[in-house]
């Protein structure tokens, strides 16, 4: 079945600490995101990239860091400058920078 | 500045009959419309979009129209069904490219048999 594979599904960390969030997909798509999604909001593009080894900050990427080595993978990692790193973050890809997106289930993330 | 804009958190409709969500968007560049649906615990899927330049677009019991004057696009589900009970998300897309699609908080709708 191919899809995206986001893990874990919870996360925990202590306060200070940063954290990387794993995500791959096995579609062959060229483009990959990561949204944020707070409790009656909507979701918050935080990055993106088109192309391998290639990526774009989106309206919140303060505090955010990501890489995209492999076509396949697109990590996200929470360094302890995000001020407000709990959340439930969501990643998808496309085949195309304007085709529909393709989301992963989610990782929420706590911090205390 | 929300530049989509859905007004109603929520929503309950009979099941069998039709279910309206609306959106209000304030951004004319948007060249797209897109509807996602979110259950509980998973990634959004995508259910429909709608170019700027149409007026309606239809695929099954969904069907999305667009009032580029009003600013206003609005989903209508008939009938509709339990499992159609999630949360919808509008979203614009402008400049052609997925890092540029903003979404509004969503409807939670309920859909009770």
């Known amino acids: 079945d191919g899809g995206i594979t986001q893990s874990p599904k919870y996360l925990f960390r202590k306060e200070g600490q940063n954290v990387t969030l794993s995500c791959e997909q096995n579609l062959n798509h060229d483009a990959m995101y990561w949204y944020r999604q707070d409790p009656g909001q909507g979701l918050r593009l935080i990055y993106y990239s088109q192309i391998v080894n290639d990526f774009q900050k989106g309206d919140i990427a303060e505090g955010y860091s990501v890489s995209r080595e492999k076509k396949e993978s697109f990590p996200l990692t929470v360094t302890s400058a995000q001020k407000n790193p709990t959340a439930f973050y969501l990643c998808?890809?496309?085949?195309?920078?304007?085709?529909?997106?393709?989301f992963g289930n989610g990782t929420r993330l706590t911090v205390t | 500045d929300q530049q989509v804009k859905q007004n109603s958190p929520s929503l309950s409709v009979q099941e069998g009959r039709i279910s309206i969500l609306n959106c209000d968007y304030t951004n004319s560049m948007f060249d797209y419309f897109l509807w996602y649906k979110k259950y509980p615990a998973e990634g959004p899927t995508f259910l429909i979009s709608?170019?700027?330049?149409?007026d309606k677009n239809e695929d099954g019991r969904f069907t999305v129209f667009l009032n580029k004057s009003a600013k206003h696009l609005s989903l209508h589900i008939v009938p509709s069904q339990p499992g159609d009970s999630a949360v919808y998300f509008c979203?614009?897309?402008?400049?052609?490219?997925?890092?540029?699609?903003?979404f509004g908080k969503g409807t939670k709708l309920s859909v009770k048999p």
């Open positions: 979203a614009g897309l402008y400049g052609g490219s997925q890092g540029n699609l903003i």
């Open positions: 998808a890809s496309s085949i195309a920078a304007n085709s529909p997106l393709h």
């Open positions: 709608i170019s700027s330049i149409k």
